[in-house]
């Protein structure tokens, strides 16, 4: 995540100086190598001293010593943000730890991947992607600033309340990644008395457990730093999750279909043209047969068109017999033209929704 910031920042407009802090010097090098960073250092304090803005971008339960390490150097004026996925913590712990003057403001950017390290990071990982602030109070003047570097790096900001961004990530996130994790662990002890178990494990599979190979350091400290609200949906999923064993074991048509029925119709809600909560999307499919180069034909004739895809995604792919491909505009005109152009090239392609 921070390296993934710091390539965005290096090529934002008004960006003076981006500076890293990582514990070891060939890190530093290394970031500097591929323009995560214009330098770097190993001494967190040296590498603070003169900021405007200091970002945290480490497991969240190491954030408060490093903040605290850092306050001596923190001069009048800077704000210091993070990008962790639990903020109420992190809202109480850290402003006793600054010195006069010294501002914090939280920051969620609800992007990312399973992936870590410097050879994971994306210059555009933060592009159009909900990026929540949470302010300690109304009209917190280092507010601005955390807008400001949002903006840099392509996110959309959403202000939030730390409570109630807590109990929302414990929903949407934090939930389905504990889920995740138990239903590899459930399918791998199966997978114990019958290894063809994990052979058979196709996209849906993948999919839903995804998110089971993230950091467990990092999911552990969200785990014990957001408490209350995952307990509370852990309590709720296990009873939806019992509600359906009862009807399995009971046999129970009418009252099956009735749970898979309310499900369907709560997913149904989800917006369909949106990525993440903001950002209007206008979406098409389209069909892709199997060979070198389909997607870039694709991609291809829009760029030609100077059509700008917002957001891409291959939907269902089976080798030998191609798949499905989902593409986003931020406008009906472009989705026209772009569907247009393709049907103009061929391919076979419908508006969704």
């Keep these: 995540m921070g390296a993934s910031m710091g390539m965005a920042l290096c090529r934002a407009p008004g960006v003076d100086r981006v500076w890293g802090i990582a514990r070891r010097a060939d890190t530093v090098a290394e970031a500097v190598r591929v323009g995560a960073v214009h330098g770097g250092t190993t001494d967190l304090r040296d590498g603070v001293r003169g900021a405007d803005v200091v970002v945290f971008a480490t497991p969240v339960r190491t954030i408060a010593a490093l903040v605290a390490e850092a306050a001596p150097a923190l001069a ?101 990644h504990l889920i995740a994790t138990a239903l590899v662990l459930a399918v791998g002890r199966v997978a114990e008395q019958d290894p063809r178990v994990l052979a058979l494990a196709a996209g849906g599979f993948r999919d839903t457990t995804r998110v089971a190979s993230g950091d467990a350091v990092m999911w552990r400290d969200i785990c014990l730093t957001n408490r209350g609200p ?55 499919v389209v069909h892709l047969v199997d060979r070198p180069g389909a997607i870039h034909e694709v991609t291809g004739c829009i760029a030609a068109k100077g059509i700008n895809i917002k957001d891409i995604e291959i939907l269902r792919v089976r080798e030998g017999e191609g798949g499905t491909l989902r593409l986003a505009f931020a406008t009906d005109d472009d989705l026209e033209q772009a569907l247009a152009e393709l049907e103009r090239r061929g391919f076979q392609a419908r508006r969704r929704g």
């Excluded at 403001?105 to 210059?123: F, I, K, Q, W, Y």
């Excluded at 399995?248 to 993440?276: I, N, S």
């Design 76 to 176: 009048a004026g800077t704000v210091v943000t993070d990008v962790g996925s639990t903020k109420a913590e992190l809202c109480r712990t850290l402003p006793p730890l600054l010195p006069p003057g010294v501002e914090y403001v939280g920051g969620h950017p609800m992007c990312g991947s399973e992936r870590t390290g410097l050879e994971a990071a994306d210059p555009y990982l933060y592009q159009n992607a909900v990026y929540i602030v949470t302010p300690l109070r109304p009209n917190q003047p280092g507010v601005s600033r955390v807008l400001a570097l949002v903006e840099a790096v392509g996110a959309q900001p959403l202000i939030l309340d730390a409570e109630q961004h807590d109990r929302a990530v414990a929903a949407v996130s934090h939930l389905p």
């Design 230 to 284: 995952i307990l509370e949906m852990i309590d709720l999923f296990r009873a939806a999750l019992d509600e359906a064993r009862r009807a399995v074991a009971a046999g129970d048509e009418e009252a099956l279909t009735q749970h898979m029925a309310e499900a369907r119709a709560v997913r149904e809600q989800l917006p369909r043209h949106r990525k993440g909560i903001l950002s209007p999307m206008r979406e098409l």
